[in-house]
């Protein structure tokens, strides 16, 4: 599986599996596969092929009791940046709401106002949904509460892009996997 260390004590993955009818997930869908990455200067670039979407899966390695915090931004096509835990429009470039990890495993997307969670995917191909271009994952203790987040940018390429880029190829969905199922 390929796991991006976040912190010492959080790492990420990013679950792939077909963009649902309704663009709208109420739990975590099954993965079929990890989705590759490569680190640059700028960030992550993580591949998000046309009728799938992604979802993130937070990993912790504790060594204390105390819980970290994860917020996302996401940028969409049209430039507008969503703080994608609380639903909203962001406001800057620290998100409004945070997920606690570990009691949350996984960002599901962007929360919608009925208690599920837009999908998240480069080219969403529902009128309304939004497509997102990137996406700007913060994590940081919970305390102190105005300690200093870890910021990974994360650019959201077509597959061809990203083998051109990455020198790595996009592997085809998996039927068998079972995380996050």
Request: hydrophobic share 40%.
């Amino acid at each position: 599986m390929f796991e991006y260390k976040l912190t010492p004590h959080l790492s990420v993955s990013f679950q792939r599996y077909r963009y649902p009818d309704h663009g709208i997930v109420y739990a975590t869908p099954a993965s079929l596969g990890t989705l590759p990455f490569c680190a640059g200067s700028e960030g992550l670039t993580v591949p998000s092929p046309d009728g799938e979407a992604i979802w993130i899966g937070l990993l912790t390695r504790m060594v204390s009791s105390e819980p970290l915090l994860v917020g996302m931004l996401a940028t969409r096509a049209d430039g507008q940046r969503l703080d994608a835990v609380g639903g909203g429009a962001a406001e800057g470039t620290t998100p409004l709401a945070w997920l606690r990890v570990p009691e949350m495993r996984q960002l599901l997307g962007i929360s919608h106002h009925d208690d599920g969670w837009w999908a998240l995917a480069r080219e969403a191909p529902l009128v309304g949904a939004p497509s997102c271009v990137s996406v700007t994952l913060l994590s940081r203790p919970e305390r102190p509460r105005h300690a200093a987040a870890v910021v990974l940018p994360i650019q959201l390429t077509d597959p061809a892009a990203f083998e051109s880029i990455c020198h790595t190829r996009v592997p085809p969905l998996r039927q068998d996997s079972t995380y996050g199922s």
